[in-house]
């Protein structure tokens, strides 16, 4: 888990970015805005699939600004 400031957000991207590069490890960013469409149960329960098919898959998912899901996850990841 990565917390960060807002206004730092953009470079601990790219730092996170460039360490999964470097280790060769496949990746995904997910991440969430606040159009009401992404805020929908629907795209919340597209989002958690897409998600579960990136770990099954093995790539490792990096979730940035998706509080719709986070708690999907919780108990799964706890």
């Not at 206004?7 to 730092?15: R, T, V």
């Not at 969430?32 to 897409?50: H, K, M, P, T, V």
């Not at 770990?55 to 986070?70: A, F, K, P, Q, T």
């Amino acid at each position: 888990m990565l917390i960060t400031k807002q206004d730092e957000e953009a470079e601990a991207l790219l730092l996170v970015e460039g360490l999964l590069n470097k280790e060769k490890i496949e990746f995904k960013f997910f991440t969430g805005s606040d159009f009401r469409e992404d805020q929908s149960e629907n795209a919340a329960y597209n989002l958690i699939n897409d998600i579960i098919l990136c770990m099954e898959r093995g790539i490792s998912c990096v979730l940035v600004n998706l509080d719709i899901v986070y708690q999907s996850f919780y108990d799964m990841l706890n």
